[in-house]
């Protein structure tokens, strides 16, 4: 068994964004040398998620924030609104999660060919939001 842990950080420049960073989660797989085990990719923040989605159609991404938005109204009244006016993002990042897990196979990533991993900023922008990618097996 065995096990590597790193972080890296993401900067965003819009207030709603999906970043992908497939490439960067990918590497810390690589490095780890393992051939079948869980890569645990996770933002340790409360108003940004981790998500896989499709890869080959930017517009995916801009579909699933206006989807979100809809779903989730800005300053509905949110009672977190007085604190510091970001109930939205706090509520977005609860549905969407702060983690994903996702299968190690022949030494890598085992995703779908249209799948991608994608940090999701709902309040940016952000000069640095980390993510930490654990890697055991
Ligand atoms: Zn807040």
Same mark, same amino acid.
């Given at each position: %068994?065995?096990?590597?842990?790193?972080?890296?950080?993401?900067?965003?420049?819009?207030?709603q964004q999906v970043v992908?960073?497939?490439?960067?989660?990918?590497?810390?797989?690589?490095?780890?040398?393992?051939?079948?085990?869980?890569?645990?990719v996770f933002v340790?923040h409360a108003t940004a998620a981790i998500t896989v989605n499709?890869?080959?159609?930017?517009?995916?991404?801009?579909?699933f924030l206006?989807?979100l938005?809809? %779903?989730?109204?800005?300053?509905?009244?949110?009672?977190?609104?007085?604190?510091?006016?970001?109930?939205?993002a706090h509520i977005k990042a609860a549905l969407i999660g702060p983690s994903e897990?996702?299968?190690?196979?022949?030494?890598?990533?085992?995703?779908?060919?249209?799948?991608?991993i994608f940090v999701c900023e709902f309040d940016?922008?952000?000069?640095?939001r980390?993510v930490?990618?654990?890697?055991?097996?």
């Amino acid at each position: %068994m065995a096990c590597l842990q790193k972080s890296f950080t993401v900067r965003t420049e819009s207030h709603q964004q999906v970043v992908d960073i497939s490439a960067q989660v990918a590497a810390v797989v690589a490095e780890a040398g393992i051939t079948t085990g869980l890569c645990l990719v996770f933002v340790p923040h409360a108003t940004a998620a981790i998500t896989v989605n499709e890869n080959a159609d930017p517009n995916i991404g801009v579909d699933f924030l206006r989807a979100l938005k809809k %779903m989730v109204i800005e300053h509905d009244d949110w009672l977190h609104d007085r604190v510091d006016n970001n109930a939205a993002a706090h509520i977005k990042a609860a549905l969407i999660g702060p983690s994903e897990t996702l299968p190690i196979s022949n030494g890598r990533l085992a995703l779908g060919t249209w799948q991608d991993i994608f940090v999701c900023e709902f309040d940016g922008p952000r000069t640095r939001r980390e993510v930490s990618v654990t890697v055991w097996g």
